[in-house]
C-alpha cells in the first residue's frame, strides 16, 4: 500500500529546497507549518548547509584569469546596434506617433523589427531616427535583422509559432488603415 501523504511530503521538501535561504528563521517556519514532515525536513536542511560551496571558492589569480576570460569572450561578440526603443516610454512613443503622423501601430511594427527598413523613405527614417535621438544610419543597422519569433506572446496560441516576417513601410501603413493621401505622404519624404 502506498502512503497517500507521500506526494505531499515531496512537494514540502521541494519547496523547502527552493527557497532563497535555508537559515533557522525558514527551517522554523516549515516546522511549524508541516510539524508532521519534521525530521524528514531537518535532515533536508543539514544535508543543504552541507552541500553549500564555500565562501572564497577561487583564488585572486583564478578571479583575474576569469574577468580576463570575459572580456575576451565580450571583445569577440559580434557588435549590433543599441535597441533604440529599448528605454522609450508608452508617452514617448505615443509622442513619436504623433509627431510623426503615424498611428502607434506603426511605431511598434517598427520595435518588434516587422518593416523591411528599405522599404521606409529616406526622409521619413531620417525624421524618426532624430525622433528616437538616434542617427539614421543606426536606426538603419538596428531594423536589418529580421525579427524573432514571439515566443513569449505565444504561450497559449493554438498554432506553433512561428518567425515574423518584415512586411514593407507601405503594407504596415496600410494595416494600420493609413488614409490613401496620408500614406501618399508619408511614402514620398525622401530627402
Not at 528599405?118 to 544610419?137: N, Q, T
Amino acid at each position: 500500500m502506498t502512503d497517500p501523504n507521500a506526494d505531499r511530503l515531496e512537494d514540502v521538501l521541494d519547496a523547502f529546497a527552493m527557497e532563497e535561504t535555508h537559515a533557522k528563521v525558514t527551517l522554523d517556519r516549515y516546522l511549524t507549518t508541516y510539524p508532521q514532515y519534521a525530521g524528514e525536513l531537518i535532515d533536508l536542511s543539514r544535508e543543504l548547509m552541507q552541500a553549500r560551496p564555500p565562501e572564497n571558492e577561487f583564488s585572486a589569480a583564478d578571479v583575474a584569469m576569469i574577468d580576463a576570460g570575459w572580456l575576451k569572450h565580450a571583445a569577440a561578440q559580434p557588435k549590433s546596434a543599441a535597441d533604440p526603443f529599448g528605454a522609450l516610454s508608452p508617452t514617448r512613443s505615443r509622442e513619436i506617433a504623433v509627431e510623426m503622423g503615424i498611428p502607434r501601430q506603426v511605431v511598434t511594427s517598427f520595435r518588434e523589427r516587422r518593416i523591411q527598413p528599405a522599404s521606409v523613405p529616406r526622409g521619413f527614417m531620417r525624421r524618426f531616427a532624430g525622433a528616437l535621438s538616434i542617427s539614421a544610419d543606426d536606426l538603419f543597422a538596428w531594423l536589418s535583422p529580421p525579427p524573432a519569433a514571439a515566443f513569449a506572446r505565444s504561450y497559449r496560441a493554438d498554432a506553433q509559432p512561428a518567425a515574423a516576417v518584415q512586411l514593407s513601410f507601405e503594407r504596415v501603413l496600410i494595416d494600420a488603415g493609413v488614409s490613401d493621401d496620408d500614406r501618399a505622404r508619408l511614402l514620398a519624404d525622401v530627402d
